[in-house]
């Protein structure tokens, strides 16, 4: 449904896409992983029409984006990172100016978008400014213009960003509930979310697609994870207790306690980290289990760590996972 | 259609629930309300001034109100109508809403197509507040005496202008909106393009022919005079819509270029080329074949179709003959300029061999030298060394002056002698060489006419004077003279006292009754210089009568004046009124004792007091009729016999009230059958505490009232939602 081939696009010195080839097909939920600045923004732009490729081809469905961009825009929602609307209209008039916009029916408007509405949990801001709507708010009617119009292809740009963990979770399941009636690309720089929501993930670093792989592959139990130690006592000895279950490259101290990669199940190996820093005589004061980072999964599929982008910090992972 | 609908109404309503909506509009409101006080204020002193002077001058509402104030709407639209189109797509940029817009399926025309009737519809909305000045106009026109009303048609005319100018600085504004992120610079731009579009006509003057054309006829301002004026014209409706075409193509093209490939930008301006030819083609054909439509009330920019006829006539009859130049002298000031210069570009649209300058004789005084002219309104028609001098003439006149001129048909005018009348050939101040020469050089032929043994009077006289006869003539001569009234001649008249009785009983035959008097006006500044208290000066007397229509407020002067007035007891067929009054302050002596002793007394009721006629002017029918004379001859009876002498002619305003009477008699304004133009006069007279109000109501209320709705409106919107 989506054909991207030998892609590319500069802006002045900075090749944002470089090659980059990759096809979502019908009905599939494919993410665009990578960090900011990747260039994952840069290729949806261009999925959309909004943006001249600099080279390579672009089809939505049959058709050529370059050459019918309206044709090739009547196939696709999208929801930019960003969502910047309309803040002097209501939802309601400004998802009815969108489906104007997309050529929905007249008789058909109300039904399609109180079916939206619901679907994107809007029924009680309808009337609201959306100027007065909080952030997730927002986000929501972002992503309910996107549906406007019910587009075979659904283009997501970090859907999920800026979110509190409850509406994380319901957008993901909204997007979870279109799998097989629509084709969805998504992007996040968030391992877990993509990993969990998508069949396949096109992975993108410094505008290069660094993998493609299944969504569930991402993340297994051989994956390395970091657990977080804090406790109170002797840090030297507690931290060699730790090294013996773990090993020594895996324990790195930090300020308050240690981080301890771990391989393997979570489960088995929790229990015997706490064990040893009881056993070295510390009093544990908690423990946070960290699931495997973008950094750990360049490590893994690069052998490398993704570099900063030395203009601007953008390029560096969050560590911050949910 | 649809999207272009959804994006105009999103945009506009956008735009009336901002804060800024309220703001502008008041601020629009109160710039206008305080240049719509001003005019209405300088009028109503216009209009009192005219009502004390008791000089009908030209005096029209929509002239002197609304055509002054669309025309300074003109330069609010300049600098307010980019300040709205700025944020319509930078703001897009730069909120960069810009590529959730450019993912829907809409194509870059329809955008700004869009968001260029949303600019259009606020300019409408502006525009429509301002028609509060109209109702309020005509309020002010119930309760003055008389009743006046200010014309909707040239009113509704304006706004469609201003609508379409505003369209036009609108598409240039999105255009500059659609190249430029940053929205201050947007407006700059915008600005810069429609103040490049309003200024550059003013180079006209420094380009050399062709070049200087192309630049008057780019000119913004330029095309919105006639829809000021109530004329809808096709070189201008033309001229604003192909131009807001093209600023929509440039807008088009530079907000398409943003999503297309380097290879692909191209393609967007190649539209705009395309539009661009188009819109010069059309603007050709137009010039070419232009369209007008007059919606004021009385046609006061039409030409009537006699007069096209005949200037069609006098371009395809004689196609290479040498240009009819027109000449006309009005001061700036001068309200009576802009009826002119509309009556002057009708007949040089008419006529490719008509050419016309309107001349200011305060700026060009040596221009007025040249021509002889010493009148302001005066108008001379010229064709190689032929020409005509004309004063304020309406369209019939004018028409057929410029017939005469390109035709070269001069009316023959007879100087009757014989009877001891001034002499043409006779320099001295009894003579009238002054007059002779006064009349060929405003085109007429002058030819001495002794009756003697004639039995009629040559065929091709179109009109004879007969100025002071001191001898009685013999019968046989007065019945020729009448028998060529019947017959549809013309005569000037001038006899005074000194006139034999014969000849003062003669005029009886057409209503015209001599009184046996002297008129006697004691002014004493008059006499301090030096004036002879039995000479008659006229300034406000003149009668309601086209002979002299044009002189109101120009003084004349008659010396031994003896009165005379349309006779009661009526002949068949001859009817008329007088056209000259004395002042006031005069009387008719009648005692035959002091008429010329130099002491005359005021002895009613013998004497009569003034204002007394001493001047008509009748229509005589043909014999054989005795219908309402409406066409015929023409008499003129001044009782004044010296007033054309050269010791007279050359005073104050003589000459010019000889030619006109010689005018009128020589069916100038019938000559083609055309009528004249009604000319305006609305007088609008307020009081102080009137004044005051509408002050406060156009300055203060009016913008106060819409601005505050308005923003209760926006609030309430913020409130409920």
Redesign the interface.
């Known amino acids: 449904m989506i054909e991207v081939r030998q892609l590319s696009r500069r802006f002045g010195q900075v090749q944002a896409l470089d090659d980059v080839s990759f096809r979502v097909s019908a009905g599939e939920v494919a993410g665009f992983l990578g960090p900011n600045g990747a260039g994952k923004s840069t290729c949806m732009k261009i999925l959309t029409g909004s943006l001249a490729p600099g080279g390579g081809k672009v089809r939505i469905g049959d058709v050529d984006v370059a050459a019918d961009p309206v044709a090739a825009q009547r196939l696709t929602g999208f929801m930019p990172e960003h969502v910047p609307l309309y803040p002097e209209n209501t939802v309601l008039e400004f998802l009815r100016f969108v489906a104007a916009l997309k050529g929905v029916a007249r008789r058909d408007v109300r039904a399609h978008l109180d079916r939206i509405v619901q679907r994107c949990h809007l029924e009680e801001v309808t009337g609201r400014l959306i100027g007065h709507l909080s952030k997730g708010f927002r986000q929501r009617v972002g992503l309910a213009q996107a549906l406007v119009g019910d587009p075979p292809v659904l283009i997501l740009d970090e859907p999920t960003s800026g979110l509190d963990p409850h509406q994380i979770v319901e957008i993901r399941e909204l997007v979870r509930g279109l799998r097989g009636e629509t084709t969805v690309l998504l992007s996040s720089h968030i391992l877990v979310e993509v990993s969990q929501v998508c069949d396949r993930v096109v992975i993108l670093d410094r505008g290069r697609v660094v993998a493609e792989r299944a969504g569930h592959d991402l993340a297994t139990d051989d994956d390395l994870g970091t657990v977080v130690l804090t406790w109170d006592g002797n840090r030297e000895e507690v931290a060699r207790s730790l090294a013996e279950v773990a090993g020594d490259d895996a324990v790195t101290l930090t300020a308050e306690g240690a981080e301890v990669v771990i391989a393997g199940n979570p489960v088995e190996i929790k229990p015997r980290l706490v064990e040893s820093v009881v056993r070295a005589g510390g009093k544990l004061q908690g423990l946070e289990e960290r699931g495997p980072t973008l950094e750990d999964l360049f490590l893994r599929l690069t052998g490398a760590m993704p570099e900063p982008d030395p203009g601007d910090g953008r390029m560096t992972p969050r560590k911050d996972a949910p | 259609m649809?999207?272009l609908?959804?994006?105009a109404r999103?945009e506009t309503?956008?735009f009336l629930?901002?804060v800024q909506g309220p703001v502008i509009g008041a601020g629009f409101l109160v710039l206008t309300g305080l240049f719509y006080y001003l005019f209405v204020r300088g009028y109503a002193d216009a209009s009192l001034a005219t009502v004390r002077s008791g000089r009908p001058v030209f005096l029209n509402l929509h002239a002197g109100i609304f055509h002054k104030l669309y025309g300074d709407v003109v330069l609010f639209f300049l600098f307010l109508m980019p300040a709205i189109t700025m944020r319509l797509l930078s703001g897009e940029y730069r909120?960069?809403?810009?590529?959730?817009?450019?993912?829907?399926?809409?194509?870059a025309w329809r955008w700004v197509t869009g968001k260029w009737l949303s600019a259009l519809a606020m300019a409408a909305v502006l525009l429509v507040a301002t028609s509060f000045y109209f109702v309020l106009t005509g309020l002010l026109g119930r309760i003055t005496d008389p009743v006046v009303a200010p014309a909707w048609q040239p009113m509704l005319t304006s706004l469609l202008g201003l609508l379409l100018l505003a369209g036009t600085i609108a598409a240039w504004g999105v255009a500059a909106s659609a190249m430029i992120a940053h929205q201050a610079g947007a407006y700059f731009l915008g600005f810069a393009i429609s103040l490049g579009l309003f200024l550059v006509g003013q180079l006209e003057p420094y380009l050399p022919g062709a070049l200087g054309v192309v630049v008057h006829e780019l000119a913004l301002d330029q095309h919105f005079l006639s829809f000021a004026g109530g004329v809808v014209d096709s070189r201008d409706v033309v001229y604003y819509l192909g131009l807001t075409a093209v600023g929509l193509a440039v807008a088009s093209a530079g907000l398409a270029g943003?999503?297309?490939?380097?290879g692909?930008r191209t393609r967007p301006w190649l539209t705009v080329a395309v539009v661009v030819v188009i819109a010069v083609f059309l603007q050709l054909v137009a010039l070419r074949r232009p369209l007008r439509a007059d919606f004021t009330p009385d046609q006061l920019y039409s030409l009537a179709p006699q007069t096209e006829q005949v200037l069609e006539a006098i371009e395809s009859e004689a196609p290479d003959a040498p240009p009819v130049e027109i000449l006309a002298f009005y001061q700036s000031i001068d309200g009576a300029r802009q009826s002119a210069r509309a009556l002057l570009e009708s007949f040089a649209d008419a006529s490719a061999r008509i050419e016309f300058e309107l001349l200011d004789p305060d700026t060009r005084p040596e221009r007025a030298m040249a021509e002889g002219v010493t009148v302001t309104r005066t108008v001379v028609v010229r064709c190689g060394d032929r020409r005509r001098v004309l004063l304020e003439p309406g369209e019939g006149q004018l028409a057929s002056a410029v017939y005469r001129v390109a035709t070269d048909t001069r009316p023959v005018v007879y100087w009757l002698l014989g009877h001891g009348e001034a002499r043409i050939d006779l320099e001295e101040t009894g003579g009238a060489t002054l007059m002779a020469s006064a009349l060929s050089d405003a085109g007429y032929e002058v030819r001495p006419l002794v009756l003697a043994d004639r039995r009629v009077l040559p065929a091709d006289a179109d009109l004879v004077i007969w100025a002071g006869p001191k001898l009685d003539p013999v019968s046989a001569d007065l019945d020729l003279l009448a028998a060529f009234l019947r017959e549809g001649g013309a005569m000037a008249c001038f006899f005074g006292p000194d006139t034999p009785a014969s000849v003062q009983r003669w005029t009886e035959r057409f209503n015209v009754g001599q009184e046996d008097n002297v008129m006697v006006a004691p002014s004493r500044g008059g006499a301090r210089a030096g004036v002879d208290l039995r000479t008659i000066a006229v300034t406000e007397g003149y009668g309601d009568h086209p002979a002299v229509e044009p002189m109101q407020a120009i003084t004349t002067t008659f010396p031994l004046v003896q009165t005379l007035r349309p006779r009661q007891r009526q002949q068949a067929g001859v009817t008329g009124n007088a056209i000259l009054f004395t002042g006031p302050d005069s009387w008719a002596e009648t005692d035959p004792e002091h008429r010329y002793s130099g002491i005359p007394s005021y002895d009613p009721p013998e004497d009569l007091a003034g204002p007394l006629p001493f001047g008509v002017a009748m229509r005589i029918a043909p014999a054989d009729t005795a219908q309402e004379a409406t066409s015929g001859g023409r008499l003129v009876v001044i009782g004044s016999s010296a007033f054309v002498t050269n010791a007279n002619l050359g005073l104050y305003g003589n000459r010019d009230l000889a030619l006109n009477l010689v005018g009128w008699l020589a069916e100038e304004e019938d000559l083609l059958g055309i009528r004249g133009r009604r000319t305006s006069y609305q007088p609008l007279l307020l009081d102080d505490g009137t004044k005051e109000w509408l002050g406060w109501a156009s300055v203060l209320g009016w913008p106060a009232l819409v601005g505050l709705a308005w923003f209760g409106l926006v609030q309430y919107?913020?409130w409920r939602?």
């Open positions: 649809r999207q609908w959804a994006i999103r309503r956008a629930g901002s909120s960069r809403r810009y590529d959730l817009l450019a993912s829907w399926p809409v194509p943003r999503r297309l490939s380097a692909r919107r913020q939602h």
